[in-house]
């Protein structure tokens, strides 16, 4: 528990001071030492500070001690009181108790007395503090199981978690008006490090009167769903100024999309809400990332719906023409066409980008040009199309591997037919641990020894050199998934002894499988 407040209130000045130069509140476990002279004025620190313990005397002008205890049970419900008092006022001692003041010490003040009162006040404060964050998460728990449940269709009445949120915001919380947000971060964040508790907090407290009620949940990795309730009527502003709260834990952050779905009569029908704001989110993917979207307007600025087959073929046949002028002039058509697009879905869209992707690589083939990194596996290629977090990124994945198909066609020399069939060879076998240079020379029709040296002549490597390297890259794409083994890695790359394998990564990476895919992950 961290270093707790402890708020002294006493109308003599001299008490006030005597106690914080005799005791060593440090010691004790207390950080923070504040003062008031009187009831009214304790009262008021109190509201503003949330002292965990007050010191206080009985009898001050304006309030006294017992009515301001009264009053500060209403919003701190588990402050710790000691009262001091120079009088022998039985009905005092009596009201103390009642309202559960852990000590009751009489005027002049023995410090030592004093402070054993402090340290059973600090031990209670910690007592309480435990019993909260044991309640805290069992009911957080609940309310996340809630929160994911009120995503689904269906009568959340059933849910047997419902009494947590009744226990928390009263048994009528249902008939609140209510609204969802979705939060999704961008896929390769470290979710584990996002709490949600500090933007539930803030939002709670952006509305004094007829406070807003949120809790919270992650339903999928990355993708968090607030709910936020309002007795007396949420209102839009109420979502936004929500929306912008939670969108400034993450300004520093990962990339994300914030959506608001509708606001609903009763937090009965949030399903509803959370249906209009998934819609929102597949729509998000078309804009621009770190934003909050609670509704689109339809693009109407070229007066009709984009046709997406017609700008994906003008995109195909400028490739296939090999003009890199027209196909920076229609690439460029296809963005503003789909950009902020209400029209396809983002799956649609998707598929007609691998479909050019696919096309890429057949011309780079066509042309014997040595494949880039993505272009060297259609599946890579389409792998990193459909992990884009934007349609923009998607884009300019794309268009960057046009051009650098156009830049090879004008820098690098084509392969000739031999080599370029052996590395297509390679690049379909390499996983065969049996595969040799007697295999891939007899299948370009050529003696092992010439296709060596063509191959060497034209690449600057063996053709072993070649293998090993691919394989070894290959790996190194494998590794970075920790669900696959290190031994089936090893069998996905032409190895059938994991230790050989293993020898021969660190001989070309420095590295054992281990350590690498520890320095990409974090995971052995």
Known sequence: MHGLTLLIVDDETAT??????????????????????????????????????????????RMDGVRMLERVRTFLPDCVFIFMSGYSDKEYLKAAIKLR???????PLHFPEVEQAVREAVALCEELDEQKNAVSVKDNVSLSRLAIRLTAPGDPRDSADLSYLKNRYGKNILSYSAASMILQLRDDASF????????????????????LRVFSAEKHPGMFVLHILREGGLKPEDVRDSAEVLA?????????????????????KLYDSFSSAAILMEQAFFHPVNSIYSGFEKNTARGSD??????????????????????????EDLFDALSRNTVFPRHTVKAAYYHIASVIIELRRSSHLPPTELTANRDTFIYAISSCFSFEEMHRLLVSEAEAYYRDLDSVSPESTQVYM????????????FLSTKEISDYIMLSASYACTIFKTETGKTLNQYLTEYRMEQAKKLLADPRITITAVSSRCGYNDSNYFGKAFRKYTGLSPSEYRESLTGVK
Request: some cysteine.
């Open 101 to 107: 003041a852990v000590s009751y010490i009489e005027k």
């Open 306 to 331: 984009p046709n997406l087959e017609s700008v994906t073929r003008s995109v195909l046949d400028a490739l296939e023409k090999k003009d890199p002028h027209l196909s920076a002039k229609v690439f």
């Open 192 to 211: 584990d490090a996002f709490d949600l508790s500090p933007a539930e907090q803030s939002i709670r407290q952006l509305r004094t009167h007829d406070p």
């Open 16 to 61: 006030r001071e005597g106690l914080k130069a005799a005791l060593d509140f440090e010691r004790l476990g207390i950080s923070r030492v504040l003062e008031a002279e009187n009831g009214a004025e304790g009262l008021r620190t109190a509201s503003s500070a949330s002292p965990d313990i007050i010191l206080s005397d009985v009898r001050m002008p």
């Open 422 to 433: 052996i590395r297509e060879y390679i690049r379909a076998h390499y996983d065969d641990p």
């Open 248 to 268: 400034g834990l993450f300004r520093n952050g990962p990339d994300f999309y914030i959506t608001c779905g509708v606001t609903v009569s009763s937090a009965a």
